[in-house]
């Protein structure tokens, strides 16, 4: 059985970080690519970030280049996000998943279809 257990969430003000954690189970994770995703209030879940998305690669989203760094531990089955300088607009709830590579996309499809709790992430003054 697939799981993810994200953490790492709270409330920050702009300018502050957060480091997110995932931890999976229930798959061989270092043959994965991973992603990081995002959804905030009245919108879609959004990708952020990938890792391992081509060789080695790492990709983002532009709103959060130079800002975030995704990061990975294979002996831990563990995914980072770590999140600087945080903005308002980085509000939502951040969630992980195994990303599948598609040659039409510019980032890996979500691997699997279960979803776990996700963590909360608010920026606010």
């Known amino acids: 059985q697939v799981q993810f257990v994200e953490s790492g969430g709270g409330l920050a003000q702009p300018g502050e970080s957060l480091k997110l954690s995932c931890v999976t189970s229930?798959?061989?994770?270092?043959?994965?690519?991973m992603n990081w995703y995002r959804q905030a209030p009245g919108k879609e879940r959004e990708i952020v970030a990938c890792?391992?998305?081509?060789?080695?690669?790492?990709k983002y989203v532009d709103s959060v280049k130079g800002r975030f760094t995704i990061s990975r531990d294979n002996s831990r089955n563990t995914l980072y996000l770590q999140m600087n300088s945080l903005k308002s607009e980085d509000t939502a709830v951040y969630y992980c998943?195994?990303?599948?590579?598609?040659?039409?996309?510019?980032?890996?499809?979500?691997?699997?279809?279960?979803w776990g709790e996700g963590t909360q992430v608010t920026v606010s003054a």
């Open positions: 890792i391992t998305c081509t060789d080695h690669s790492t």
């Open positions: 998943n195994g990303g599948v590579p598609h040659p039409d996309m510019e980032f890996p499809l979500a691997a699997f279809p279960s």
């Open positions: 229930g798959f061989s994770f270092r043959a994965y690519a």
